[in-house]
């Protein structure tokens, strides 16, 4: 509801929210999301549909939703079409389960100044494609990568097609067993990426190999995240950690304040993560419809990217 004021004769004078700088306008619509941008801010009248327009909205696409599978196609195309509005100035990306091979190379292609890479639970992409588009983010600094297992040779070529890396966030979705022993992941971050700052490794099998590797390698590294690591035992490294790592999350510490929390079953092997903090049950993303025969337009090269087999067009918002 717009705001009331009082004018001098007492009585109530409503404010035009029109009226507000173009600027202020679009800073208050930014922090509504792809999702409501494009399902309804836009659509309230001709004004906001041109600053929802202007590719400065979408240097920063966060998609989410909360793995229902009947919502993956219509959050891709909407992706989709959120790539191509930003006009090759993204700088900012959050899919989160709906990913695909298709819509990871289509950002690739248009979305060379990537700074920030965000894949939760993205079943849909592959290491083959995680290996293709590392090439086309030499500019990249931060990369998370949740509940989605790579392998040595994936995270090698990540590390050395993105020097400029800063921070990895590499959290699992469930610790395979107690007794699963792997530091492939450890010494391949170690080889591959000596500029880290930031390092999150949640539900890791690295041991203290691993560790010892990852001090040696990453020189630069203020934040360590080992929760979940049962197979490191700090006791013999935790002095060196504590020289050099200003904060330094212990194999097990409580996971309450990530975005991953642990679901413990001492009778079971397996310990796994589910996400929080997502899009509320109770935000309407959809109260306004959406046409599940939107398309991708923005450039002749289009058609070298089908999500699926009806085709994908954003005339349905370029209206």
């Known amino acids: 509801m717009p705001r009331r004021k009082r004018n001098t004769s007492g009585a109530a004078e409503t404010r035009n929210w029109l009226e507000l700088p173009t600027d202020v306008t679009a800073s208050i619509l930014s922090r509504l999301g792809a999702i409501h941008i494009l399902n309804s801010a836009q659509k309230v009248c001709s004004q906001w549909r041109n600053i929802c327009k202007d590719p400065s909205m979408w240097r920063?696409?966060?998609?989410?939703?909360?793995?229902?599978?009947?919502?993956?196609?219509?959050?891709?195309k909407m992706c989709f079409h959120a790539v191509d509005r930003s006009c090759g100035h993204l700088l900012d990306i959050n899919i989160q389960y709906f990913g695909t091979d298709e819509l990871l190379l289509y950002i690739a292609e248009r979305s060379g100044h990537l700074k920030r890479l965000r894949l939760f639970s993205c079943y849909g992409i592959s290491e083959d494609a995680l290996c293709e588009v590392a090439?086309?983010?030499?500019?990249?600094?931060?990369?998370?990568?949740?509940i989605c297992?790579?392998?040595?040779?994936?995270?090698?070529?990540?590390?050395?097609?993105?020097?400029?890396?800063?921070?990895?966030?590499?959290?699992?979705?469930?610790?395979?067993?107690?007794?699963?022993?792997?530091?492939?992941?450890?010494?391949?971050?170690?080889?591959?990426?000596?500029?880290?700052?930031?390092?999150?490794?949640?539900?890791?099998?690295?041991?203290?190999?691993?560790l010892q590797a990852i001090l040696d390698g990453c020189r630069h590294?203020?934040?360590?995240?080992?929760r979940q690591c049962f197979n490191v035992r700090l006791e013999d490294l935790?002095?060196?950690?504590?020289?050099?790592?200003?904060?330094?999350?212990?194999?097990?510490?409580?996971?309450?304040?990530?975005?991953?929390?642990?679901?413990?079953?001492?009778?079971?092997?397996?310990?796994?993560?589910?996400?929080?903090?997502?899009?509320?049950?109770?935000?309407?993303?959809?109260?306004?419809?959406?046409?599940?025969?939107?398309?991708?337009?923005?450039?002749?090269?289009?058609?070298?990217?089908?999500?699926?087999?009806?085709?994908?067009?954003?005339?349905?918002?370029?209206?």
Do not use: W
Request: charged share 30%.
């Open 149 to 210: 297992d790579i392998s040595k040779e994936t995270m090698e070529t990540i590390g050395r097609s993105c020097p400029l890396l800063k921070s990895l966030k590499y959290n699992l979705e469930y610790i395979k067993s107690f007794h699963y022993v792997c530091d492939d992941d450890a010494l391949a971050i170690a080889q591959s990426m000596p500029e880290l700052h930031h390092l999150e490794l949640l539900g890791n099998a690295l041991t203290n190999v691993g």
């Open 221 to 226: 590294l203020e934040y360590l995240d080992l």
């Open 60 to 76: 920063s696409i966060d998609m989410r939703n909360l793995g229902d599978l009947q919502d993956d196609i219509v959050h891709g």
């Open 238 to 319: 935790e002095k060196r950690c504590v020289e050099h790592i200003k904060t330094l999350r212990h194999p097990y510490d409580s996971t309450h304040d990530s975005e991953l929390s642990v679901d413990h079953d001492a009778g079971s092997s397996h310990e796994y993560y589910y996400p929080y903090g997502g899009i509320s049950d109770d935000d309407d993303l959809f109260a306004n419809g959406y046409d599940d025969n939107l398309e991708i337009s923005g450039g002749s090269d289009s058609s070298d990217y089908i999500y699926d087999s009806s085709g994908i067009s954003g005339s349905d918002y370029d209206e």
């Open 135 to 146: 090439l086309k983010f030499p500019f990249l600094e931060e990369l998370e990568i949740f």
